[in-house]
């Protein structure tokens, strides 16, 4: 169970960091608690959970820095990028685009917005904007945005993201992937990548922990050996860089010694893919195809209602003047019991209709 509304316990399917961490991370981190260590990301913890990544992505010679969350990861990597004319282009439902209070405009940089369908970028939305922009009277794109999963809980696929990186570095763009539901992405029946194929494909990447089993924690994923430069002078610029910061390293190591990060993600989207299953037999039709542990369903809007008197979710988008898509999303900690709750429920609403 969850908060507490008007007296009544609900359970909220609003976000995948409701609840606080695995128990694996706690424990490491009480075990830690009074050790003495270098502060700043240059404690033992986090030295050795950039080396434990590092295996992961096979790949020695990536950088690696650890931040609090997805925003300030976001911040710190296109802000120290980009030139003060430059701008970046990400698809219209992009965290960046719609929920960081203009964080990347606020450093002066313009996100040019494209329209998709399915929350992804393609070499030719990409070139669209580039054709738009042609002179020093405008901005100059010059890094692609892109995350995955993305905002509508789909998934890249290799081939895809092989087309956009070959046409950034054609056309002399940064590729830059959001990686705040990685887990979930890489643990998805529809994926077909690895973190390794990932690290080779694109310029920069943040691996999530806030959203994947860490009390939080993002780790920053640097490939591009002309992007490494002082990045640490970024991070701390932009308040980035944590005291503490073995409180991140503990919660890596802890998610990739072994491969809880991934079991955790494969948890989240078993429980969306059940949880999308028994609404698709009620007879309910979706907003989009389920690829990861966001599921879109469209209810009458006198169901969701109803529904919202119990449990957590996001109003998504209006269908028609009688009913709604909602978000549903599912984490490393939802249990089945849940799920069957909320499906016995939204059973009992769908006979009474």
């Known amino acids: 169970m969850s908060e507490s509304i008007e007296g009544k316990l609900i359970y909220s399917f609003k976000n995948d960091y409701s609840e606080g961490a695995h128990s694996n991370i706690l424990n490491a981190m009480m075990n830690a608690n009074m050790d003495q260590h270098d502060g700043y990301g240059e404690d033992s913890y986090s030295k050795e959970a950039v080396e434990i990544l590092k295996e992961k992505i096979n790949n020695q010679n990536v950088d690696i820095h650890f931040v609090v969350g997805g925003t300030q990861a976001n911040l710190v990597v296109i802000s120290s990028i980009l030139r003060p004319y430059e701008s970046v282009i990400a698809a219209?439902?992009?965290?960046?685009?719609?929920?960081?209070?203009?964080?990347?405009?606020?450093?002066?940089?313009?996100?040019n917005t494209v329209e998709t369908s399915d929350g992804k970028l393609t070499p030719e939305k990409i070139k669209k904007i580039l054709d738009e922009h042609n002179s020093e009277h405008m901005v100059k794109p010059s890094m692609v945005f892109i995350s995955n999963s993305t905002e509508l809980g789909t998934v890249y696929k290799k081939n895809e993201l092989e087309k956009i990186s070959l046409f950034c570095r054609e056309n002399n763009l940064i590729l830059y992937l959001d990686g705040?539901?990685?887990?979930?992405?890489?643990?998805s029946?529809?994926?077909?990548?690895?973190?390794?194929?990932?690290?080779?494909?694109v310029d920069v990447f943040y691996i999530g922990g806030t959203k994947n089993g860490a009390l939080l924690g993002?780790?920053?994923?640097?490939?591009?050996e002309r992007l490494k430069k002082n990045f640490r002078y970024n991070i701390k610029q932009k308040g980035a860089l944590l005291a503490k910061g073995r409180i991140l390293g503990i919660q890596f190591k802890e998610l990739f010694k072994e491969n809880l990060f991934f079991s955790l993600g494969k948890h989240a989207n078993f429980m969306s893919l059940r949880l999308g299953e028994k609404i698709e037999k009620l007879g309910y039709d979706f907003l989009y195809e389920t690829e990861s542990n966001q599921i879109f369903p469209i209810f009458p809007n006198e169901i969701i209602e109803k529904l919202n008197k119990k449990y957590g979710f996001y109003l998504w988008e209006e269908v028609d003047k009688d009913t709604s898509a909602v978000r549903l999303v599912t984490s490393w900690a939802t249990k089945e019991d849940?799920?069957?709750?909320?499906?016995?429920?939204?059973?009992s609403y769908s006979l009474s209709k």
């Open 92 to 111: 219209e439902s992009g965290h960046i685009s719609t929920h960081e209070t203009g964080a990347i405009e606020a450093t002066g940089h313009k996100i």
């Open 180 to 187: 705040a539901r990685l887990g979930t992405a890489l643990s």
């Open 338 to 347: 849940m799920i069957d709750k909320f499906i016995e429920d939204l059973k």
């Open 189 to 201: 029946d529809k994926n077909d990548m690895t973190i390794e194929d990932i690290s080779k494909l």
């Open 218 to 224: 993002e780790a920053i994923v640097i490939s591009n």
